[in-house]
C-alpha cells in the first residue's frame, strides 16, 4: 500500500511537516518494505488552491493514504473524493516521517473522518472527527 507523509526534508528520516498544502515535500512510501520517494511540493508556493494540487498530486502517484497534520477544506474534499485516507500525526510531538510510518503500521494514528480539521486559508469550517 502506498502512502503520502509530509516532510521537510527529501528524507523520511527528515522532520515531519504538519502542513498538508504547503508541506516542503510528499514521500511516497511503500508502508510494507518502507522504500521511498520524495517528491518536492510544486504547490507549497502556490497564491491559492495548494491543498487542491497537493491532493491532486498524490492521487496521480497512486497513493491511498496520508499522513499530515491538519486538512483544509478543500484538500479533505478532494481526498475524500478520491478515496485517499487521511491520517492525522500527533499534534506538539516533533516526529521524523519514519516514526510517523511506524505508528501507522502500529494502527496509532487517529484518521481523520467527517469534514476538515482545520478552517483554511479563508476561515470557516471546523475540527473534523478523529477516529
Keep these: 500500500m502506498a502512502i503520502v507523509i509530509t516532510t521537510s526534508t527529501d528524507s523520511l528520516d527528515g522532520p ?9 515535500y510528499f514521500c511516497l ?3 510494507k518494505t518502507g522504500d521511498f ?4 511540493n510544486a504547490a507549497v508556493s502556490a497564491a491559492g488552491g495548494a491543498g487542491v494540487q497537493a491532493s491532486q498530486f498524490i492521487g496521480n502517484h497512486g497513493a491511498e493514504a496520508v499522513i ?16 485517499i ?17 511506524e505508528r501507522y503500521r502500529a494502527g496509532e494514528l487517529q484518521e481523520a473522518t467527517g469534514g476538515p480539521t482545520h ?4 476561515g470557516g469550517g471546523g475540527r473534523g472527527r478523529r477516529r
Design 16 to 24: 515531519f511537516d504538519p502542513r498538508f498544502g504547503r508541506a516542503a
Design 29 to 31: 512510501v511503500d508502508a
Design 37 to 40: 520517494q520524495a517528491f518536492p
Design 68 to 83: 499530515s497534520g491538519d486538512f483544509g477544506p478543500n484538500a479533505y474534499m478532494t481526498l475524500n473524493a478520491a478515496g
Design 85 to 101: 485516507r487521511m491520517y492525522l500525526a500527533p499534534a506538539g510531538e516533533s516526529l521524523t516521517g519514519r516514526q510517523l510510518l
Design 119 to 122: 478552517g483554511g486559508r479563508h
